[in-house]
């Protein structure tokens, strides 16, 4: 199993440019969600999916859109980027019930808005 | 506002010492408290996760305690390795929410030297 995967790795975008962060899971997970980790700075939540065809605003929402393509995978959009938005980006998936909802993370999406 | 407060921010110790990490909360109603491990460049992993009858967990070198009458946590490093070196995440769920209403700790970032 490769549990979270998050493509790309790395990306440079200039200001007004548009992106899609692409992620799935393989652990037939109900719920994913999107963070932004700034320096020194806790995870905060961006959107979240519960469950399949279901999505809702976290803590960080203004400037991004998501989609809950399927149950594997939830995407997140930037339509008009912003410098504010130079992060990193976690995607992370879980399972009501299964450890209280423990959250396994990918690997992240570093990227810088210029 | 339900807060996690973590201390201290940054900690350095020597290969083979012990170290414990502090995590404050006021989040309410309470469900689980879990500590998760980042290493650089990487997505968190969790190390532990305890309920509110749960005073104790370990996980290898790693015990986690709950106090949950004084909502704190620590989580303490057994004769630490260079391995060790890493951010470490307390976050907090509230009853009965999904777990995206999690609330994640700006982490500890932890510095083991040789």
């Known amino acids: 199993n490769a549990g979270v995967t998050q493509t790309p790795k790395f990306q440079v975008l200039k200001t007004g440019q548009s992106m899609t962060l692409q992620c799935a899971q393989d652990?037939?997970?109900?719920?994913m969600y999107w963070y932004r980790q700034d320096p020194g700075m806790g995870l905060r939540l961006i959107y979240y999916?519960?469950?399949?065809?279901?999505?809702d605003k976290g803590e960080v929402p203004n400037g991004y859109n998501v989609s809950r393509l399927n149950k594997r995978e939830f995407s997140l959009r930037l339509e008009s980027a912003a410098p504010s938005q130079t992060s990193v980006y976690f995607c992370?998936?879980?399972?009501?019930?299964?450890?209280?909802?423990?959250?396994?993370f990918g690997p992240g999406t570093r990227l810088t808005v210029l | 506002k339900n807060q996690v407060e973590q201390s201290p921010q940054s900690l350095i110790i020597l290969e083979g010492k012990n170290c414990t990490l502090q995590?404050?909360?006021?989040?309410?109603?309470?469900?689980?408290l879990r500590w998760y491990k980042q290493d650089t460049g990487r997505g968190p992993v969790s190390l532990t996760i305890m309920t509110f009858s749960e005073n104790t967990k370990s996980n290898g070198r790693y015990t986690a305690t709950l106090d949950a009458d004084t909502k704190q946590s620590s989580l303490h490093i057994t004769a630490s390795q260079l391995s060790d070196s890493a951010s470490y995440i307390c976050v907090v769920s509230r009853h009965n929410t999904n777990a995206g209403k999690s609330t994640f700790g700006d982490g500890t970032t932890l510095t083991v030297k040789p």
């Open positions: 995590c404050n909360y006021t989040v309410s109603p309470f469900s689980n």
């Open positions: 999916s519960a469950s399949e065809g279901t999505t």
């Open positions: 652990m037939n997970h109900n719920s």
């Open positions: 992370a998936s879980s399972e009501a019930g299964r450890p209280y909802n423990e959250q396994f």
